[in-house]
T-cell receptor, first 117, second 111 residues
Framework: GAVVSQHPSRVICKSGTSVKIECRSLDFQATTMFWYRQFPKQSLMLMATSNEGSKATYEQGVEKDKFLINHASLTLSTLTVTSAHPEDSSFYIC?????????????FGPGTRLTVT | KQEVTQIPAALSVPEGENLVLNCSFT??????LQWFRQDPGKGLTSLLL?????REQTSGRLNASLDKSSGRSTLYIAASQPGDSATYLC??????????FGKGTKLSVKP
């Protein structure tokens, strides 16, 4: 089956620093990757959609200069939270969709717990 | 704007019971609907995916139905077990490929 990994699984950083989260498709080529955010007791909210080699499309209310997304290859996308603040503390999950995914099924990574102190 | 609602928000049942989780969505123009399981602090596990042209999907003790015209889906869990305890998320996929999630139903199965 399709496997998506995320690294790191947990990260604690100080306010004002930047944090990079990696999302990798391990056994398929991901033409599209999605980044979601989940606050406690809330559902997943889509932050942005990225297609390999193109600029990411951000959802309304998500600051593109704060959440930098790079999808430079068919197996790797990165999300960089710049100048992190405590309110950015959340669970970040990526998903990937393959080139041959006729059903448009997305495969999810295990998530990254970000805590900003 | 698509909205997904899940009822109930939480459910507690004794082991062995059959149960139904409900999901409704406001825009019937969907590509598919998925049910996921999320354990505390973990990512998502895909349970069932129903294409818009399908009425139901089954996997083991799980059965999901889809009534696109009325904007409803149900997830039926037969003979529930303590290991089924988790949050169950329903999500619909629109034409842009993005998934829109409900807030989930937190299920607790008591031994």
């Amino acid at each position: 089956g399709a496997v998506v990994s995320q690294h790191p699984s947990r990260v604690i950083c100080k306010s004002g620093t930047s944090v990079k989260i990696e999302c990798r498709s391990l056994d398929f080529q991901a033409t599209t990757m999605f980044w979601y955010r989940q606050f406690p007791k809330q559902s997943l909210m889509l932050m942005a959609t990225s297609n390999e080699g193109s600029k990411a499309t951000y959802e309304q209310g998500v600051e593109k200069d704060k959440f930098l997304i790079n999808h430079a290859s068919l197996t790797l996308s990165t999300l960089t939270v710049t100048s992190a603040h405590p309110e950015d503390s959340s669970f970040y999950i990526c998903s990937a969709r393959g080139r041959t995914s006729a059903s448009y099924e997305q495969y999810f990574g295990p998530g990254t717990r970000l805590t900003v102190t | 704007k698509q909205e997904v609602t899940q009822i109930p928000a939480a459910l507690s049942v004794p082991e062995g019971e059959n149960l139904v989780l409900n999901c409704s969505f406001t825009d019937s123009a969907i590509y598919n609907l998925q049910w996921f399981r999320q354990d505390p602090g973990k990512g998502l596990t895909s349970l069932l995916l129903i294409q818009s042209s399908q009425r139901e999907q089954t996997s083991g003790r799980l059965n999901a139905s889809l009534d696109k015209s009325s904007g409803r889906s149900t997830l039926y869990i037969a003979a529930s077990q303590p290991g089924d305890s988790a949050t169950y998320l329903c999500a619909v996929q629109g034409s842009q490929g993005n998934l829109i999630f409900g807030k989930g139903t937190k299920l607790s199965v008591k031994p």
